[in-house]
């Protein structure tokens, strides 16, 4: 792609982890509501949980996520027993007999646990919860709090999947990014998750930070493809200082502009291309016999507030403070401030602050930004059959699309899209097109590459 259109499709769009996106849930949706939800699931229906981790040792100063810094253990102690009443209290509201099928572990840090915590944590999920035979339990690892006895409890527990947050390897950047990781400590974890029989690694990665240069994020990939995880997560840096302050302390004269962005991506994509792994929507990598890819292929692929998934579950159900749930009748989140949250689970009610019903409109478009954002092409056509649905009314969306076709970056024919490679990185900017909420300037995301 020419850099240029990276600038100028340098719109501030969602992520589309979820249609509507969470800017829109609102405090109509609380905990009555999603108490009825919960009771109205059909038994049968597969399950997934989200458990968020607040507590992280250490702030890394590009972090987006809703953490907490302690550096004792008292206050992870003291969540997790909330933690646990909330999840004797909503499986309590769901319907006997459910399954779940997919268990992820977020945060924040799982690893700040201690493995006899981690343990007790999945013991008491697998109790009241009733994990599927073959549940995909899913663990985010810091290596750097990361130790031999966790690994080992983790294996034993049963956890099939563990994701590494990285970043880069290149010393200069993770001073710049306050997360001082030596190469040695990394691999040291993918050591000991393949000795105990954990072989599905992800690794995060991320371009767009201050210090990173083409070079230097093209060494950071080579070093990951070294250590050969199953998948890599590639994600642009969101810097969004007016909402997480810290990152303040991201100087932004190292930032690296829109266009230099758009370079690291490219060289880093055509690299992971090289070694054998399949582009995966908009962020993420997989070796061609992964689930991911597999389920690309077979047009399976799916998106969630986690990413990209092979998850199918129609009621994801989100533990902890900010945890967010979906539901066929829609979306939930519950407090992200830890004293609200514990406030709620004290007082015996779910911890949800907001949400928003999803009705017939939304699930259709949702289904259509999922498609695009999945497979990098929709045919709005086959979707509207399946929501009994006139494609007609998308005229004006199809139209809006036309600049993106003229700079090369989408094919449209028909009620067809299809991004174009170059596109690919944009395709958050062609799902806008179909977002009913979206006006200008009303909500500030991060950079569409
Ligand atoms: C919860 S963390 C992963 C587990 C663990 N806390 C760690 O950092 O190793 C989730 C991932 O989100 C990504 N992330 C966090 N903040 C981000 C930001 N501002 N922009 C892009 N990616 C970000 C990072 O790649 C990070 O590894
Ligand atoms: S990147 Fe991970 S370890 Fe660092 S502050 Fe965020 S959640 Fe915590």
Redesign the pocket.
Known sequence: MRPELAAKYDVRVPRYTSYPTAPHFSPAIGAERYAEGLDELPPDMPLSLYLHILY?A???W??A?N?K?TKQYAPVADYLEYLWREIDMIAGLVPDGMRARHIHFG???PTILTPADFTATVERLRERFHFAADAEVAVEL?PRTTDRDYVRAMAACGVTRASM?V?DFDPAVQEAIN?IQPYDITARVFDWLREEGVTEINMDLIYGLPRQTVPGVVETIDKAVGLAPRRIALFGYAHVPWMKKHQTLIHESELPGIEERWRQYEAAAARLGEAGYVAIGLDHFARADDELALALAGRRLHRNFQGYTTDEAPALIGLGASGIGSLPQGYVANQPEVHRYKDAIRAGHPATARGIAVGDDDRLRRALIERLMCDMAVDIGAVCRDFDADPGQFAEEMAALAPMEADGLLVREGMRIRMTEDGRPLVRAACAAFDRYLKAGETRHSKAV
Do not use: K, L, P, S
């Open positions: 992280c250490e702030m890394c590009f972090c996520c953490v810094i945060g924040g840090t810091d947050g970043q997360r």
